[in-house]
């Protein structure tokens, strides 16, 4: 049984930081990523890995304050959040996808394979 599962999320207050990790399970993935969405929105790509490390892929509004690296001895994704601002605020998802892609593909939810449950980041002013 596959299952993502996300821990890390928390209160913090702007311009802090935090660490989110999604341990996978199952089986391994090629490409994962973190998703999010604020209430009222639709849920918005943040970050991609391919297998290797090799292709790291950001959201514009999150590029040069996230950094999202794998642990593949571990199965284990992780995105660390730098300068937190109020607007990233929101639940963080965990996705992965079976296979690799390229190309504008990799920042749709349809994607992505499995997901995990989220995890709410709330960052205060």
């Known amino acids: 049984q596959v299952q993502l599962v996300e821990s890390g999320g928390g209160l913090v207050q702007a311009g802090g930081s935090l660490r989110l990790s999604c341990a996978a399970s199952g089986r391994t993935f090629s490409r994962m990523g973190w998703f999010r969405q604020a209430p009222g929105k639709e849920r918005e790509f943040v970050a991609a890995i391919s297998w290797n490390s090799a292709g790291t892929y950001y959201a514009t509004s999150v590029k040069g304050r996230f950094t999202i690296s794998r642990d593949n001895t571990k199965n284990t994704v992780y995105l660390q959040m730098n300068s937190l601002n109020p607007e990233d605020t929101a639940v963080y998802y965990c996705?992965?996808?079976?296979?690799?892609?390229?190309?504008?593909?990799?920042?749709?939810?349809?994607?992505?394979?499995?997901w995990g449950q989220g995890t709410q980041v709330t960052v205060s002013a």
């Open positions: 996705a992965a996808a079976r296979t690799g892609a390229s190309g504008s593909v990799i920042y749709s939810t349809e994607a992505y394979d499995y």
